[in-house]
């Protein structure tokens, strides 16, 4: 009976993973990235606070990390990244 579970345990781990790896071929348009400069009027230190806490969601200067790349994980990222430039945009057009 163990040896049972063990098989249906593999073969799901098995088919999980093939559907991860099917899944990557299943992406979203990626953010638009444009390098963005500094804002004027503020000071240096705010400047870089707010460069490395919102830039990524409210700039078009987005920094993926390596895993907002993979599926389905991206669909949150990106839709994230769409909804806080929709809210406020330090790059607007």
């Known amino acids: 009976m163990a040896q049972f579970y063990s098989f249906r345990i593999v ?14 071929f299943i992406k979203p348009k990626e953010p638009e990235y444009m390098p963005v400069g500094n804002l004027t009027g503020v000071p240096d230190e705010v400047n870089s606070i707010i460069r490395k806490s919102c830039f990524n969601c409210h700039s078009t200067e987005t920094n993926l990390e ?17 909804e806080g430039r929709k809210a406020m945009d330090y790059f607007s057009k």
Not at 13 to 19: E, G, I, Q, R, Y
Not at 66 to 82: A, G, L, Q, S
Request: proline share 3%; glycine share 0%; net charge positive.
């Open 11 to 24: 073969h799901a781990h098995k088919f999980t993973l093939n559907v991860c790896r099917l899944l990557q």
């Open 66 to 82: 390596w895993y907002d790349k993979f599926t389905p994980v991206n669909f949150f990222v990106y839709e994230h990244i769409r």
